[in-house]
């Protein structure tokens, strides 16, 4: 295959969604798969909506995502002059011509149409009139008389569109501005664009934007569109689903590689795998295989898919993406040395990294700060339980050394010597370790703790059980 071309183009009047994410993953991959180039252009010309903090958003929300891009960023708002020189050269070929018709005038057209069964456009009342530029004046481009648009979609097969379904379209407005569609064929051709996978919603446009191709004598790029994303319920994603804004998902501590997997699940296929690293998105994802129908968001499965994410990443890097998250609970700054056993004691218990880091909370607080889960206090801290923790208070202080192998030695003879079961024991000494009755193995939560955190830990919740 020759050199493939593809580009993300977002207009920057929101942050990235989940929608423009996918588009995003689906391009890139499609240009890395071989060894192509991936181009990212900024449509801008929304004046009012377009706002300098979502294109920093929307950047900074690409990088997250590991989607590099190739080249410079392609911003529309400075790009008015080329686009209008295409329009001279389509007005100088005799395929565009001026209209003087104004808005109201062409209203009046399509209901006079559709009050007579016909398809509701413009008429072409301007086409021979052979007008110059003039105020209130826009250009449209000259359809041909009959015929048909026919493409070959990645994702839908054949499309075939009837010309006689179409208007001959305002290319350049009015006001000088050239329109979103010939915007587009410009910079994507000017970009070299070879292959454009986008949302099922710009279905309409293609037709006209190879027109606008073939009216320029331009070779016309490989199209695909992939249905939007729904919710559970199959309407249109909105934030009720759970969907959230991809700089939120980074804010609550999901992994971006696990972000990239969901999203490109949502919608392609491998067989029946689900888990992939990037390298295997890359090497799989070559533009077949795109569904045709649908896919629904499900949060929870995202959540499943980013907590596999966490446990199979090597330990250093896990540590490295839950120390800020670590911080930001007020923690400081962690050495690796401190964060590791953390990590080891509670990835498998944890589906995200700000759920990871606030699992460390009860290890991170000193025994006077510690609370304790009144329902698990109430159930564990007995008379009996006080009896318990005073002779471990003796046991743990005189344990050399203070390691999770020896803790562990400590406390199974502790409980054997004594003739206990484990679970007379273990509920109160985890409560009074964790503040409630979850966390890792006894032996480890000591071993980080360490032995004067450890004692005094016991001391207290054991006047706690006195106390009543």
């Known amino acids: 295959m020759a050199s493939v071309v593809t580009r993300f183009a977002p207009s920057p009047t929101g942050h990235l969604h989940l929608g423009g994410a996918r588009t995003a993953i689906f391009n890139w991959l499609l240009a890395r798969h071989f060894g192509g180039t991936f181009r990212l252009r900024i449509e801008d010309t929304d004046l009012l909506r377009s706002k300098q903090e979502y294109t920093d958003s929307i950047l900074a929300s690409m990088r997250w995502l590991g989607l590099d891009w190739d080249g410079e960023i392609v911003y529309q708002t400075t790009r008015t002059e080329l686009y209008n020189s295409y329009v001279e050269k389509l007005l100088a070929s005799g395929n565009a011509y001026y209209c003087s018709c104004t808005s109201e005038e062409v209203e009046a057209m399509r209901q006079k149409a559709k009050a007579q069964g016909l398809k509701p456009r413009y008429d072409g009342h301007c086409r021979n009139l052979g007008l110059g530029p003039g105020d209130g004046r826009c250009v449209r481009l000259r359809l ?46 000017e970009m070299g664009l070879t292959h454009i996978i986008r949302g099922d919603d710009h279905v309409s446009n293609t037709p006209k934007q190879i027109l606008l191709y073939q009216a320029l004598g331009l070779p016309v790029p490989r199209f695909g569109h992939v249905p939007m994303i729904l919710g559970k319920d199959k309407q249109k994603l909105s934030k009720r689903h759970g969907a959230k804004a991809v700089i939120e998902y980074e804010k609550d501590g999901l992994l971006p590689e696990a972000l990239v997997n969901y999203l490109a699940r949502l919608g392609w296929s491998h067989g029946d795998q689900e888990l992939f690293s990037r390298d295997e998105l890359i ?49 400081g700054t962690l050495e690796s040395e401190r964060l590791e056993p953390l990590c080891v004691m509670f990835r498998e218990r944890a589906s995200d990294l700000l759920g ?87 032996n480890e939560i000591m071993a980080f703790l360490g032995k004067e955190e450890t004692v005094q830990r016991l001391a207290r919740a054991r006047a706690f059980c006195e106390k009543g």
């Open 283 to 331: 090497r799989f994802f070559d533009g077949t295989n795109l569904n045709p129908s649908a896919a629904c968001f499900d949060d929870v499965k995202l959540a499943w898919c980013n907590a596999h994410t966490m446990r199979e990443m090597p330990l250093s890097e896990l540590v490295a993406k839950v120390r800020p998250f670590v911080s930001t609970l007020g923690f």
């Open 356 to 442: 990871l880091a606030e699992s460390f909370r009860p290890l991170l607080l000193n025994a006077t700060a510690l609370e304790y889960a009144e329902k698990d206090a109430r159930k564990h801290f007995v008379p009996a339980a006080a009896v318990h923790l005073k002779v471990l208070e003796g046991l743990f202080a005189s344990c050399e050394p203070f390691d999770a192998e020896h803790i562990d030695a400590v406390l199974n003879a502790y409980v054997a010597d004594n003739g206990l079961r484990f679970k007379e024991v273990a509920p109160p000494l985890r409560t009074a370790l964790m503040g409630f009755m979850g966390g890792s193995h006894l």
């Open 144 to 189: 041909p008389d009959s015929g048909r648009v026919v493409f070959d979609d990645l994702v839908k097969g054949s499309i075939a569109v009837d010309v006689k379904e179409l208007d001959d379209m305002v290319i350049r407005r009015a006001d000088g501005m050239p329109t979103y569609n010939m915007a587009v064929v410009v910079d994507d051709h």
